[in-house]
């Protein structure tokens, strides 16, 4: 038997996989990979897939960097791992001290946690907590954005707007309060995003007005609403909400797990609207890709608020490899390839490269609302196709043979690749991904 067969069809029997549709009677797609480099993913033929997607939106500066297997090595012959209560180490005080510096100071104690999830659930225990401690007892709930995901244990789920989770989980999440979303998409004519902004924060500013004396703080993905297709939006919604969250008392918690780390076109994406929150949730590019974990990071006078000499008013909450040795190590040189060259500005001139080579796409009547922010790109597909359930998952396998990892959120394809890019790597990714989009259109493709 083929090698990677093998594995698929081992890893079947005993590998549940997350986010898989399982059909009786069938095989799921399985790609085995058998090791990957800079912006590649190989089987064991040695066949390479293009990592569109960042395996997960995860890799920044590419698989197998000499920089950051180097910086985990070093640490290995020194420190593995140790609890993070009572005790503390090197690495992590740095990447504290590194991470407060990228928001000069406003936001100047972190917590940590192992993934996206986690960081959610932190954030949420700490805003409810420090109205409690305040003496604000009936701050208790808060407000989500329509279409918002923030990952998927109860309490990330119970402030996210996915449908197919609150249909299966509902019991468990409770009901909440959900503010409109300021996708740009709902531009009428004639109208721009601030306009579509500003009708959702007039939305959000009735909300708090009735309910702010409950409401502990509003949850966001800055810019990008990215699990719900890549929603984009303007700038100005940030800088609104900022405002009324300080008018209202009630905490600005921004989920930047997918799209912090340079992923916009800033190191934040708050930093488009000049704007900090009071909570900021990091992970996924926070080690480059590496290992798992995630921080959040907030403001001295809400950790203060915890400083009592009470347990009961402490921050009741942690986890086994909270502030792991090793995966501080990995976001440390992470931040360090930051500091050492102009990544952002890199990410730009690969991305004007891309955004020309997609260009392709727009000749054709189904392909709807091409946009980006940053390095981050995504359009619509309206076809017949594109209505069937299996559509990501064609798109998927065409995409394979075609030497490109796609993995598209419904009808929406987006690619969301590693930082470290060559002109014939996005050469290949614009061309593999305009082929696979129009072979998945099939015959009812018209050209304008």
Known sequence: ??????????????????????????????????????VWLYN????????????????LFG??????????????????HVMLAGFTHEPVVQLSEALATRTGGELGHCSYA??????????????????????????????RLQDGYHGETVGAMGVSDVAIFRQAYGPLLGEGLRAPS????????????????????????????????????????????????????????????????????????????????????????????????????????????YLPLSAVLTRPNIYD?????????SFLHSHSYTGNALACQAALATLAIFDDSDVLGNNKRWGDRLEAGLQPLLEYDEIKHFRRQGSIFAFDVHSLAAQSRRFAT????????NGVLL???ANTVYLMPPYVLNDDEVDHLAAATVDTVRQCLGTTTTVV
């Open 1 to 38: 038997m083929d090698i990677s067969s093998d594995w698929a069809a081992r890893s079947r029997r005993s590998v549940w996989h997350p986010c898989t549709v399982l059909y009786p009677g069938e095989d799921t797609p399985l790609l085995p990979v058998q090791r990957a480099q800079g």
């Open 44 to 59: 064991h033929n040695g066949k390479a897939y293009l990592d569109a997607i960042s395996s997960w939106w995860t890799n």
């Open 63 to 80: 698989h197998a960097n000499p920089r950051i297997n180097q910086a985990i090595k070093r640490q290995l012959d020194t420190l593995d």
């Open 114 to 143: 192992s993934d996206g999830s986690s960081a959610v659930e932190i954030a949420l225990k700490m805003s409810y907590q420090y109205w409690q401690n305040q003496g604000l007892s009936k701050k208790q709930g808060f407000i």
């Open 182 to 289: 300021p996708d740009a998409r709902q531009a009428q004519d004639g109208e721009s995003a601030d306009d579509v902004a500003l009708k959702a924060i007039a939305q959000l500013e009735a909300l708090l007005a009735k309910n702010a004396s409950n409401i502990a703080g509003i949850i966001v993905e800055p810019l990008v609403q990215c699990a719900a297709g890549m929603i984009m939006y303007s700038p100005l919604y940030l800088k609104r909400l900022r405002a009324l969250c300080d008018h209202y008392q009630v905490h600005f918690i921004a989920d930047e797990i997918a799209v912090g780390f340079g992923r916009t076109g800033r190191f934040f994406a708050c930093e488009h609207a000049g704007v900090w929150p009071d909570f900021l949730c990091l992970s996924k590019g926070i080690t480059g890709g």
């Open 305 to 313: 608020a915890f400083v009592c000499g009470q347990v009961e008013k």
């Open 394 to 401: 064609t798109v998927f396998q065409r995409g394979l043979k």
């Open 407 to 409: 993995r598209p959120l």
